[in-house]
T-cell receptor
């Protein structure tokens, strides 16, 4: 079985501040991990993913995430928030033996000027 | 230009009517998915298909039906048996390998009056 928990349904930061969105997963086998972004009334777009290899993964728009097996975490970070980063962010897990992904409930990021 | 199209963008139906949502992809992806999105509940998987002429129920399949007669098409029918069909519906596709990300369509917002 696989599951995802995103801690904090809403996160608010000031422009230029660090962005940290938390994701913890559960998987009985090695997982594939994904972060997606969704703007209002649109579909989701991939930010980054971890499959194998380097545990620090860089994505689009300056985001990165680190796979920490011991902590079963895949937190998303960005050093300096921009107004354009305001959106909803979803973490997803897919076990290597699973036919489908499981998505977290999402975190809405607000960026204050 | 490759991608996934969903139509229509907005759909209104009277209670008790069946309605079919269209999803087409020209990415040559093997797998296709339908998700339902409600505020605060993330994405919930309705049905998925990993190959033509085959599909599996997701977590909330009751009241929905699908077909996969062609690789590029995966229509979703919302039947009158679905108790609360008003929602945002997202279609996605991916290559067969489990480490590959999903590509999402723009979504269809269904409102049942």
């Amino acid at each position: 079985a696989q599951s995802v928990t995103q801690l904090g349904s809403h996160v608010s930061v000031s422009e230029g501040a660090l962005v940290l969105l938390r994701c913890n997963y559960s998987s009985s086998v090695p997982p594939y991990l994904f972060w997606y972004v969704q703007y209002p009334n649109q579909g989701l777009q991939l930010l980054l993913k971890y499959t194998t290899g380097a545990t620090l993964v860089k994505g689009i728009n300056g985001f990165e995430a680190e796979f920490k097996k011991s902590e079963t975490s895949f937190h998303l970070t960005k050093p300096s928030a921009h107004m354009s980063d305001a959106a909803e962010y979803f973490c997803a897990v897919r076990s290597t033996n699973a036919g489908k992904s499981t998505f977290g409930d999402g975190t809405t990021l607000t960026v204050k000027p | 230009d490759g991608g996934i199209t969903q139509s229509p963008k907005y759909l209104f139906r009277k209670e008790g009517q069946n309605v079919t949502l269209s999803c087409e992809q020209n990415l040559n992806h093997d797998a296709m998915y339908w998700y339902r999105q409600d505020p605060g509940q993330g994405l919930r998987l309705i049905y998925y298909s990993q190959i033509v002429n085959d599909f599996q129920k997701g977590d909330i399949a009751e009241g929905y039906s699908v077909s996969r007669e062609k690789k590029e098409s995966f229509p979703l029918t919302v039947t009158s048996a679905q108790k609360n069909p008003t929602a945002f519906y997202l279609c996605a596709s991916s290559m067969g390998d489990r480490g590959n990300e999903q590509f999402f369509g723009p979504g269809t917002r269904l409102t049942v009056l």
